[in-house]
């Protein structure tokens, strides 16, 4: 199981936290982030031996990137492939995971799935480990609905403590299943783990995961 986070975010982590992770999701410059930063990190990185994903989003910083936009499949494709692009301009781009409402809308709308493959020029898709994606992967700091779907950020309980992301990092690597809201057990075939670079428990739960994974 490897250990994926969203970074050059404004978060201020990347040099803690890229010890311990395996797949660093690299902000493009559109939801959050620059140019400096995205050099920055990739070169981190580098240094660590960790793959590096491109994280596009739709270009709205004021929501950071978790509202949709109402936008052309066109247009979707255009914006993610010219952050890919720049992105690529400093780095080997190993995968795209795509960020926010553009990740939701990915799962949910067919035709924005479409775009961001052609946009991506092959390159591997990370996604919800219930979805045919080529990064399947599971959250370890967010709680999940019966139906797969995280609950929303705007919920009690949506976000998890740091004891509960451990938790359920464990039950994941162990059992592959995570506890929903409702304390159904789901199954999630997932072959990385995200933690969000800017969760409320920060590097500690990040590295304790990190110690987990390491003893499985």
Avoid at 30 to 57: C, W
Avoid at 60 to 84: C, K, L, N, P, Y
């Amino acid at each position: 199981m490897k250990l994926n986070c969203d970074l050059a975010e404004g978060a201020d982590c990347e040099a803690e936290v890229m010890p311990f992770i395996d797949q660093a999701n690299i902000a493009c410059g559109a939801h959050a982030g620059s140019a400096a930063l995205m050099q920055s990190t990739a070169e981190l990185a580098r240094e660590h031996g960790v793959s590096i994903g491109a994280h596009p989003g739709y270009p709205d910083r004021d929501h950071f990137g978790r509202v949709t936009m109402a936008a052309s499949t066109e247009q979707i494709r255009e914006w993610v492939a010219a952050q890919v692009e720049q992105l690529a301009a400093f780095a080997k781009v190993d995968y795209v995971k795509p960020h926010g409402a553009l990740y939701h809308d990915m799962c949910q709308r067919p035709e924005v799935l479409a775009a961001i493959r052609e946009a991506i020029s092959g390159r591997p898709l990370m996604g919800p480990a219930q979805e045919a994606f080529d990064w399947p992967e599971a959250f370890a700091d967010r709680r999940y609905l019966d139906d797969g779907t995280l609950v929303p950020r705007g919920e009690s309980g949506a976000v998890l403590a740091a004891d509960e992301v451990l938790a359920q990092a464990r039950q994941l690597a162990e059992t592959g299943t995570v506890t929903t809201n409702t304390g159904k057990h789901l199954a999630l075939s997932a072959q990385t783990l995200c933690v969000h670079g800017d969760n409320p428990s920060g590097v500690s739960v990040i590295r304790a995961i990190r110690e987990m994974l390491s003893h499985e």
